[in-house]
């Protein structure tokens, strides 16, 4: 198992609490602060995933529940409408976000903004968010949405405009939870449904016609 290197600001303190809790005698706070660590290490959790589909698949930027799909026009990632995947994510998902295609990064971009409650419908419009714009070798892009939430203080993206990337591999996180919205175009095939459980890297959610 794999973890973000984000998680080690906010674990390494733990240890040296339980350190010090265990020299004054304290054991139980000790073991307390070691099972405390453990738990916010797992936010940062990055299992190993793969999926041997066709290069046309789309995989799952995020783990979570699809809450919506539905249709839009963003012209922060170009002209004409796009077919939309929202992710919630809870706080026992997994939080490393995963490239959905293989492509170049034409956009890499935060907007500041709230931190408003991320199941609202309108928190795309109005929070922090990073927007992630990727070019297939046939011209056509996706878009991906890392939004904050409530809980969700900060949105970490490492991908760069002209970086080539592949599907799978990490491309951020959000710290901790929320939402992430995937982005098509609407003549592709969108292949999750409102309710499916999504794991990043893995499963199918949409594929070029």
Not at 149 to 176: D, S, T
Request: hydrophobic share 45%; no cysteine; charged share 25%.
């Amino acid at each position: 198992m794999r973890f973000a290197r984000e998680a080690w600001p906010f674990v390494a303190p733990f240890p040296l609490l339980a350190a010090a809790l265990a020299a004054t005698g304290r054991r139980k706070a000790a073991v307390a602060a070691l099972a405390t660590g453990g738990a916010v290490l797992l936010f940062f959790r990055d299992p190993d995933r793969a999926f041997a589909g066709e290069s046309e698949t789309l995989t799952a930027a995020a783990d979570g529940v699809v809450t919506l799909v539905d249709e839009l026009e963003d012209p922060a990632i170009g002209p004409g409408r796009f077919r939309r995947v929202v992710t919630f994510l809870s706080a026992f998902d997994v939080h490393v976000q995963k490239v959905p295609m293989d492509g170049v990064v034409v956009a890499s971009a935060l907007t500041r903004g709230r931190k408003a409650a991320a199941f609202k419908p309108d928190v795309d419009k109005i929070n922090e968010a990073h927007l992630t714009v990727i070019e297939g070798d046939d011209g056509q892009r996706i878009g991906v949405r890392q939004i904050a939430g409530l809980i969700a203080r900060r949105v970490v993206n490492y991908l760069q405009p002209g970086q080539a990337v592949q599907r799978g591999e990490p491309m951020g996180l959000i710290k901790f939870g929320s939402r992430v919205d995937l982005l098509v175009p609407e003549s592709w095939e969108v292949l999750a449904r409102q309710g499916d459980r999504l794991r990043n890297g893995e499963t199918p959610v949409a594929r070029r016609r």
